[in-house]
């Protein structure tokens, strides 16, 4: 009865962080909703597309000079924070803000020196130095900012994290929407320079509200702790390192071969999906992973957690997906213009490879909290060659739509090879029940993408809408089992 319990209070409590973290996620999208409508209406697809090519790069950049540190000082923070060892939380917090201001200009400083070469790859001309040249400083003032809300996570003010986020999106969107209008495609550097400096002054804000205690550290201390951050952060340094590469060499292809008006279109279909899938996945990273992380030492447990996860993210984000094939034509009209309505079907396609996506990264972070590090940059460098390929190859002979294929196809086999590497390395195992509710669920998706192809918009919503309806309900009575609801609405009220 005990372990009954425990199954349900911690389907509740992945449940509970989903909502949460959804919550921000979905303010966020309304302000991104906005943002991306007055880019698209002012900017065009080919606005969109030099936003892209300037990003992919500073991305890059960021990812490589960072060195990881900041995810790193949130593990060192948070564990200091937990014994209660105020100094040692002042000592760390100090070496992070030391090292943030060292990998920042390092960064800057690379940007500035690379510029020319970042214009030519990117474009295909040297036009665009100059913007890489000033964007340098986002470089400098984005390892300053995430420095300071690794402080906020370390020691628990996810409060004062979601308000900087929130207040940032709305800032970003009041500042640069005027400069897009007045200057068009010559505004987009201002703007990114601006959103840097709002983000920085908002987690700075609210980091100097965490005390911090005079303490002295000499140049050793600083040059060892910092040192050991780096070891820890190296392999999500890798990891970043390998999407960003990729993510700039596919921008690139399509540039060089389409035109940025391509690009304009891939980065509008991907962000529609990842700005609505955004709500598993940030849920996984703020309350998942250290979860799995306190009971990485027992097999077992990990087994539970990793399954428990994967069944209530796949049942909770299966009617979003079917709610989103079935009105994207509308997504995109009123996200964008009809000038973006051919990427409609690479965004569905995608859309069929996130549930294969979903149980990848819930079974990809058992690498994190097992601290192997050697077996995470391994994994992550195969996958990341694969992914680039098969994107590469299938854009080439399909466009657009072949990116959502290569999409379902290599998540299908990242989840094939990750679950063949935890079986042997730690003994991880699904339950049987699991392959017959994934295909239940999947069957509901593939339904939803035959719609796609139905002529007439009326039957096609209709029966859209009665497969997402059937989806939804089918999830709602398999979160009552596991959470088992009612008592739980009982509880609520007996409170009350």
């Not at 190296?234 to 970043?240: D, E, L, N, Y």
């Not at 072949?402 to 094939?416: K, P, Q």
Request: proline letters at 3%; charged letters at 10%; a positive charge.
């Amino acid at each position: 009865m005990g372990e009954l319990e425990s199954e349900r209070s911690s389907y509740r409590q992945i449940f509970k962080a989903t909502s949460i973290f959804g919550g921000v996620q979905v303010f966020n999208i309304l302000v991104g909703i906005i943002r991306v409508k007055f880019v698209a209406v002012l900017l065009g697809a080919k606005g969109v597309g030099v936003i892209g090519l300037l990003n992919s790069p500073l991305q890059l950049i960021i990812t490589v000079t960072g060195l990881g540190i900041t995810f790193s000082a949130v593990r060192d923070i948070s564990a200091a924070n937990g014994t209660g060892d105020k100094s040692s939380v002042s000592k760390t917090i100090r070496v992070l803000r030391h090292w943030v201001w060292l990998t920042g200009l390092f960064g800057a400083g690379a940007t500035v020196v690379f510029a020319p070469q970042l214009s030519l790859w990117s474009f295909g001309n040297k036009e665009y130095t100059w913007a890489f040249i000033w964007l340098s400083i986002t470089i400098l003032l984005q390892a300053i900012s995430k420095g300071q809300s690794a402080i906020l996570q370390g020691t628990r003010r996810l409060r004062e994290m979601a308000k900087a986020g929130v207040i940032g999106s709305l800032l970003g969107l009041v500042t640069s929407i005027p400069l897009y209008y007045f200057y068009g495609i010559g505004g987009i550097v201002p703007a990114l320079i601006v959103t840097s400096i709002t983000g920085l002054i908002l987690s700075w804000y609210f980091s100097r509200r965490v005390p911090v205690e005079k303490v002295k550290l000499t140049s050793n201390e600083y040059t060892r702790q910092g040192m050991g951050m780096v070891k820890l952060g190296i392999s999500m340094t890798v990891a970043g390192f390998i999407a960003s590469l990729s993510s700039y060499i596919l921008n690139a292809f399509i540039s060089n071969n389409a035109g940025v008006e391509q690009v304009g279109l891939y980065n509008a279909g991907w962000g529609v999906v990842g700005q609505y899938t955004a709500i598993i996945f940030a849920a996984m990273a703020t309350d998942y992973f250290p979860r799995l992380a306190a009971v990485q030492a027992d097999n077992y447990k990990v087994r539970n957690l990793v399954n428990q996860q994967i069944e209530a993210a796949l049942l909770i984000v299966t009617p979003l997906l079917i709610l989103l094939i079935v009105g994207m034509p509308l997504v995109v009209r009123i996200l964008y213009t009809p000038e973006f309505l051919p990427v409609v079907m690479f965004a569905v396609l995608t859309l069929i490879g996130i549930p294969f996506k979903t149980i990848s990264w819930a079974m990809g972070y058992v690498y994190l909290a097992k601290g192997d590090g050697k077996l995470f940059m391994a994994m992550e460098i195969v996958s990341g060659a694969v992914i680039l390929a098969s994107n590469l190859i299938l854009y080439h002979f399909f466009g657009l739509n072949g990116l959502g294929i290569s999409f379902i196809i290599t998540y299908f086999l990242g989840v094939v090879f990750s679950y063949y590497v935890l079986r042997k390395k730690y003994d991880f195992r699904m339950p049987e029940k699991f392959a017959g509710q994934f295909l239940i669920l999947f069957m509901f998706m593939i339904l939803t993408l035959g719609t796609v192809f139905v002529p007439v918009n009326l039957y096609r919503y209709l029966s859209g809408g009665l497969i997402c309806i059937a989806a939804g309900a089918y999830s709602v009575n398999r979160l009552s089992g596991l959470m088992d609801l009612r008592s739980l609405v009982a509880e609520k009220l007996w409170k009350r």
